[in-house]
């Protein structure tokens, strides 16, 4: 199994950051960037920038049939994976390989039930620092994806072949040996980290020091913890030490996609996070009232919307 051509659903910050990666070093055509009419007009007359680079990508609308992609990779946000799921039809053939890297602990079993779970890999992304404005991105940390199957103590066809693709280009990536642990644990960091920083209207500068908003997105974490351990998932100190260093290598002034939502005036994901953490407290009888607070404070801001 050999990867040869690419899809990309979502030209959000994580999606235009890959889309422009993987142009740089894929054959024009190897590379599709799925979007319906007016989204690709609006590519091909304004662009898309990163780094203050434009780039003009293979563009396809979802009807187009055309040969299915060897691997196909979701970066749209939760709100919006019903719609790219039907727009990803054509790309998915027997052999292609799907990753989904939005945010939460969801997505996968979601796309897994309309394309079926054996296309699956499970996939995490971390330690990206991008900021996307309008149609302008810039970053500083690349980052990297972290994926396969939900125990990789022996790699699976899938898991090599992505990998293999992923060093012909370059592009760095980990394969955990347990990906639900490390699902988990990047959930634990969004949940304090995207919650807090929209909340505290701020930026990753604003929860690498000491002070109340970092006080409240370490209080959110350890409740994931707490929640993680009565699930089974088990997740601990260390856990919390290991993404507090990979918050320290963020761009101080970059923001997490919550925070760039509400500048943006644009619904945000809170359901998947504090949403997800506050049901699961309740059906294990898990205490969650700071990511209580946060859920409110953030439908609160959203009420301003216009």
């Known amino acids: 199994m050999t990867i040869r051509t690419v899809a990309i659903l979502g030209l959000g910050a994580l999606g235009t950051m890959l889309a422009t990666y993987f142009s740089n070093r894929l054959p024009n055509d190897n590379l599709r960037v ?6 690709i007009i609006n590519y091909k007359q304004n662009g898309i920038y990163c780094n203050e680079a434009r780039y003009n990508f293979n563009y396809v609308l979802p009807e187009n049939k055309q040969k299915p992609v060897d691997l196909l990779i979701f970066c749209v946000k939760f709100n919006q994976l019903q719609q790219a799921i039907e727009d990803a039809r054509q790309q998915v053939g027997e052999d292609t390989i799907i990753l989904s890297a939005l ?5 996968e079993e979601i796309i897994g039930k309309t394309f079926g779970m054996e296309k699956m890999l499970y996939c995490v992304a ?6 996307k404005i309008g149609n302008k991105l810039d970053y500083k940390n690349l980052g990297m994806l972290c994926f396969g199957e939900k125990e990789n103590s022996g790699w699976s066809e899938k898991v090599t072949a992505v990998a293999e693709f992923f060093d012909t280009l370059d592009f760095p990536y980990e394969v955990p040996n347990d990906m639900e642990h490390k699902m988990w644990g990047k959930f634990m960091l969004n949940t304090g980290v995207n919650q807090t920083v929209a909340v505290f209207s701020t930026n990753y500068g604003g929860i690498q020091v000491e002070g109340e908003p970092r006080n409240v997105m370490i209080a959110a974490m350890r409740e994931v913890i707490s929640l993680s351990q009565a699930v089974g998932i088990n997740l601990g100190e260390s856990d919390l030490m290991y993404w507090l260093e990979v918050l320290t290598k963020l761009n101080p002034l970059g923001m997490p996609s919550m925070r760039q939502d509400m500048a943006a005036g644009r619904k945000t994901e809170v359901g998947l996070f504090s949403g997800t953490t506050i049901a699961l407290g309740k059906q294990y009888h898990v205490p969650t009232p700071v990511n209580e607070w946060l859920y ?6 959203e009420k301003e919307f216009k």
């Open 34 to 39: 799925i979007a319906n009419q007016s989204r």
């Open 103 to 107: 945010n939460g602990i969801s997505s």
């Open 126 to 131: 971390q330690g990206m620092d991008a900021v």
């Open 296 to 301: 409110y404070k953030v439908h609160e801001m």
